[in-house]
């Protein structure tokens, strides 16, 4: 078999799904190498199926190269990565109101440079990530302890904010993810998350060549009504949804957003 764009993966690490609110298989628009982009035919949501399955998603994730290249290596990059922080918690903070520091826990939390800068402003935080590697790296850097494993299996809890930038177009099944989520935080409490936008203009123009299309890691394509759907399947409000690039939160995303939300209570 010839190389793939986003790599070639052995057949045993791939599975077939279905559209994760109607539960449909998808009918196919594009071919993507072992992978395929498929639309619902019920509620249109966009994803990848066949995708990579449970064992092919270790694989991929369990290693540390996947963290040290792209956007998490250069200086520049970082720099940007801090503008994204400062940015989201600007907008979290006017969201959850008054001087009192809050808690904030973030899903997917990599190398933990988000929740440095939550703490920096005095935010309690703690975290939870899908690689030990970088669970590793970011528990050191924060000095305080950050859980290997994924959202589904946490306790409930009553933090005021629960983050997960660039991860819930990467989990399985993302209602049972926004549930999970949600119940992390008390009622008022604040979801803040950031996505790519299928229905961005360098998504609609580029289509199969879009940069961020990546179907070995991107299960789900939400455009804005994707992801109002989403918010008001799992009984969240929309506070605000940022997709504009120059806003320091979304900052040179030409195809991305970020969206805050709030339980109701
Ligand atoms: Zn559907």
């Given at each position: ?221 939400f455009t804005r009504k994707d992801l109002r759907r989403l918010l008001a399947d799992v009984g969240l409000e929309e506070v605000r949804m940022v997709s504009n690039p120059l806003r320091a939160g979304n900052r040179w995303r030409l195809d991305s957003l970020v969206l805050l939300a709030r339980k109701p209570g």
């Open positions: 078999m010839r190389p793939g764009r986003w790599g070639t993966y052995p057949p045993e690490h791939f599975e077939d799904a279905v559209c994760f609110l109607c539960h449909l298989p998808g009918k196919k628009r594009w071919q993507l190498d072992q992978f395929a982009l498929v639309d619902c035919p019920q509620c249109g949501q966009a994803f990848m199926s066949p995708r990579l399955n449970h064992e092919g998603r270790l694989n991929l994730y369990g290693a540390r190269a996947y963290f040290d290249s792209g956007v998490y290596k250069t200086a520049g990059a970082k720099g940007l990565q801090r503008t994204w922080a400062e940015g989201r918690l600007d907008l979290i903070d006017a969201a959850v109101g008054n001087g009192r520091r809050h808690s904030l826990y973030e899903v997917g939390c990599a190398y933990g440079m988000f929740l440095e800068a939550a703490k920096a402003r005095g935010y309690a935080v703690a975290g939870l990530e899908f690689s030990p590697v970088a669970a590793g790296v970011a528990s050191e850097r924060l000095g305080t302890t950050v859980h290997v494993g994924e959202v589904m299996d946490l306790p409930p809890a009553d933090h005021d904010v629960v983050a997960f930038w660039d991860t819930i177009e990467h989990v399985p099944d993302p209602h049972a993810f926004m549930v999970a989520a949600a119940a992390l935080i008390r009622p008022g409490g604040i979801v803040a998350l950031s996505c790519p936008q299928f229905d961005s203009l360098p998504a609609r123009l580029l289509r199969t060549r879009w940069w961020t299309l990546k179907p070995h890691k991107h299960i789900w394509h």
